[in-house]
């Protein structure tokens, strides 16, 4: 499968515990971006990366999340103490970052969190 | 600022009615995307369409359509003779073209197709 890939597709974790989520793009993407969807919303940015470099964060992402992407190939987001409001489903997208043409975000399945 | 609006935020149509999803978008880009996309209930975004801010036409694959019309800043949906398999949430997006390719979602309609 050449997709954007998840792990795990569901975590279900209690209030206080941290947690961390995979993202595998598609082989050779430069970019890697990552958004948050809640019960009823579209997706929202959080924060994206070229190569191993995270070049923007959104006011979302409080100080508990933490993004990484230290090879430039796959990036891990956790999260620290979770909260209730933490429930949601983490999206990843890759695309290339070539100059010359359009930039195709391909998003993965998604990791539904629920915090309890 | 970037923003779009779905102002429908649920609908129910019976199968075979046709149906049209309502995408406002606000920009000051004068070159950007625009899309839709399907959330059916296993969570997965399945792309649908992209549209380019110079392009104007509008498009049609197979019982889908779309209404692109700049002066009123919407990008319209319509599904002809829709079918129960339609019934998805549906997002509206717009991305700049300089904008470090964030794509900014609405807020979604929810699509309920009754057999």
């Known amino acids: 499968d050449t997709g954007v890939s998840q792990d795990p597709r569901h975590k279900i974790t209690k209030r206080g515990q941290n947690v961390t989520f995979r993202c595998d793009p598609i082989?050779?993407?430069?970019?890697l971006y990552w958004y948050r969807q809640t019960l009823g919303q579209g997706p929202e940015f959080l924060t994206y990366f070229q190569n191993e470099a995270q070049l923007e964060k959104s006011r979302l992402l409080s100080d508990r999340f933490s993004a990484e992407r230290p090879k430039g190939s796959f990036s891990t987001l956790e999260i620290q103490r979770t909260e209730q409001g933490d429930s949601a489903m983490y999206l990843c997208a890759s695309s290339p970052a070539r100059t010359s043409s359009y930039n195709e975000q391909f998003f993965g399945p998604g990791t539904r969190l629920t915090v309890l | 600022a970037q923003k779009v609006t779905q102002a429908q935020t649920e609908i129910s149509v019976v199968e075979k009615e046709d149906v049209t999803l309502d995408c406002v978008y606000e920009?000051?880009?004068?070159?950007?995307?625009l899309f839709w996309y399907k959330q059916p209930p296993s969570g997965e975004l399945v792309f649908l369409i992209r549209?380019?801010?110079?392009?104007?036409q509008n498009e049609i694959s197979g019982r889908y359509s779309w209404n692109f019309q700049k002066s009123t800043s919407s990008f319209n949906f319509t599904i002809t003779a829709s079918q129960v398999v339609d019934s998805a949430v549906y997002f509206c997006?717009?991305?700049?073209?300089?904008?470090?390719?964030?794509?900014?979602f609405g807020k979604g309609t929810r699509l309920h197709i009754l057999p």
């Open positions: 082989s050779e993407h430069n970019r």
């Open positions: 549209r380019n801010s110079f392009d104007e």
């Open positions: 997006a717009l991305r700049g073209l300089n904008r470090d390719d964030k794509i900014i």
């Open positions: 920009t000051r880009d004068t070159t950007y995307y």
